[in-house]
């Protein structure tokens, strides 16, 4: 009898399914396509299967392969083919062309295709509604975006609460806190209040649940789009999102006798004042998002299954995305030797802001927090968590006729290196260093256009400085505006609906954190862990924090 161990079973079970992606991905059909020959490759090497040894090199390097790229190709103005982790190579396309990309038709170019399948939405979506109609950004974008004074109060009320349960409230002695997990902790709280109230914001057993769901989801999404081939993903995905279908349905045993009421009491509101307006106590986003199908959506989007399905969608985005980020921005200040002048800096802008509003966070006061916000910004440029972005996906029938004349045909997945855009000299002056006011200094250049809440900018198509001048002159300075230098957000249409949100709350934290706590400061910052393009900040690194003691 052979005796078979079951790490042996595993690893082999692991390589089949690699090896399979890899030619399931590679092989020309209706859903991609691999990039033209007439495009160069980059980080290829001379050896037996180089484009599945790239792409598996991608996991430990893909940071220094997309840099190497960039350097030779990118900065010529050229687009450049890559490997990665998917198996699924990828035009980068340089930063010139971005403007010329962003204009490209839904139907020509189609960032939706991308998502559904890195997400694997098919298999681990809440509903298929959810998916198929997402009307949740354009509420996101409109209604919570226009209304986020409504939210200030209880956002602010839930920080300071969640801080003091985890941080705590002893004004003697420090506490070692983990940063990942005491602020993916409190920004969950807080997000819980701003999207469905305050009831379930103050339940653990709920935002447990919300948290437990949201790690199933990005689990079973990334092991179905990276490790099943397509043609078994209809056998084996299910099993693999089964995980996520139990953790949501803890989930909606909270969310769903809530939005029942919820329907009825808007419903109500509404058939009273047809123009909705202004009296209800409770616009967080379910508000909104009952209200816009009341008045918008066919009858079956007021099934509470499906709008509790948007919720959790918008729930993944926003504790992942504001936990990592603020993560990287808590160790990027406390961190090195100007550390404490940047702490005193933020503390003494918060402390003057709240002071000309009546001791009361509003969003205007929140708008006025130009060192916070520029250090979030300079964060996101400095420790982004994505090296590629803008990934789109030619889906017209007769293909893509790129700047250059190239010719990609229907299935070419394209993006852009983010990453090593913004670390370039000819972008931004001293790259590689971390400047957290580095925005709010610009600010006061003379002759500086600031524009703070644009989605587009044409920075023109001159020679590489005239581009960089245009650059500089006409990019917004604050952190929700995305320009053709600055990305994390994406550009364009489809930029990211919740990043007003998402930097209201993340400077109303940052604010509260210098005002209320004392931090023992780092001689040097943790290091964050590439996997792949991205970089994760220290998961497991710890602060010392103490409450100030009040005058």
């Known amino acids: 009898m052979i005796d078979i161990q079951l790490p042996t079973v595993i690893v082999g079970a692991a390589v089949v399914c690699f090896v399979a992606c890899f030619i399931d991905a590679h092989r020309d059909h209706k859903l991609w396509r691999a990039p033209p020959d007439t495009i160069a490759w980059a980080g290829l090497r001379n050896e037996w299967f180089p484009k599945f040894r790239a792409s598996i090199r991608d996991w430990k390097d893909g940071i220094g392969l997309l840099k190497d790229g960039y350097e030779e190709y990118g900065k010529r103005d050229m687009a450049f083919a890559s490997c990665n982790f998917t198996f699924i190579p990828e035009v980068q396309l340089p930063q010139s062309w971005i403007h010329w990309m962003i204009h490209q038709p839904d139907d020509v170019l189609s960032n939706k295709v991308v998502i559904d399948h890195l997400m694997s939405l098919r298999y681990v979506a809440p509903t298929k509604a ?59 709280r807080a997000f819980t209040r701003a999207f ?28 179905i789009a990276v490790l099943v081939p397509r043609f078994l993903q209809p056998a084996i995905a299910p099993l693999l999102a089964l995980p996520t279908s139990l953790a949501l349905r803890r989930v909606n045993a909270y969310l769903i006798p809530l939005i029942k009421t919820r329907i009825i009491s808007i419903r109500e509101e509404l058939s009273n004042d047809p123009d909705l307006s202004q009296n209800s106590e409770t616009r967080d986003l379910l508000y909104w998002l009952i209200r816009h199908a009341l008045m918008h959506e066919p009858h079956s989007e007021l099934d509470p299954s499906n709008l509790a399905g948007r919720l959790s969608f918008v729930n993944f985005a926003a504790l992942h995305t ?22 005193e800096a933020l503390r003494d802008e918060a402390t003057t802001v709240l002071a000309a509003h009546d001791g009361r966070w509003s969003r205007a006061a929140i708008a006025n927090l130009f060192k916070a916000d520029s250090a979030i910004k300079e964060t996101l440029r400095y420790t982004g968590i994505a090296g590629r972005g ?48 580095r925005f709010a200094d610009m600010r006061r250049l003379p002759g500086k256009q600031v524009v703070d809440d ?29 320009s053709e230098i600055f990305l994390p957000f994406g550009l364009g249409k489809h930029a990211c609906p919740g990043r007003w949100f998402a930097a209201h709350e993340l400077k109303l934290l940052l604010a509260t954190i210098v005002l209320n706590y004392d931090i023992e400061l780092l001689d040097e910052r943790p290091i964050n862990k590439p996997i792949s393009d991205m970089t994760v900040p220290p998961l497991e690194e710890t602060l010392k924090v103490r409450r100030c003691k009040m005058d």
């Open 130 to 188: 959810t998916y198929q109609n997402r009307y949740h950004e354009e509420v996101l974008r409109r209604d919570v975006s226009r209304h986020l004074g409504d939210l200030t109060g209880g956002l602010s009320e839930e920080l300071i609460a969640g801080l003091g349960d985890t941080w705590g409230t002893n004004t003697e002695t420090y506490k070692e806190i983990c940063v990942y997990k005491t602020v993916q902790g409190v920004v969950l």
């Open 196 to 223: 469905v109230g305050r009831e379930l914001a103050e339940k653990p057993h709920y935002l447990r649940a919300v948290k437990t769901w949201a790690h199933c989801f990005a689990a079973s999404s990334n092991a």
């Open 322 to 343: 504001s936990s990592l980020t603020f993560t990287n921005v808590m160790f990027n200040i406390c961190s090195g030797p100007d550390a404490a002048t940047w702490i």
């Open 390 to 437: 803008l990934n789109r996906q030619v889906v017209k029938a007769d293909g893509l006729t790129l700047p250059d004349g190239t010719q990609l045909p229907k299935g070419v997945r394209v993006c852009v290196p983010i990453g090593p855009i913004h670390v370039d000299e000819k972008l931004y002056e001293s790259p590689e260093i971390f400047q957290p006011f």
């Open 454 to 482: 644009i989605d587009e900018l044409d920075i023109g198509h001159g020679p590489p400085k005239e581009k960089v001048d245009s650059a500089r002159k006409r990019t917004g300075l604050g952190l929700v505006t995305p």
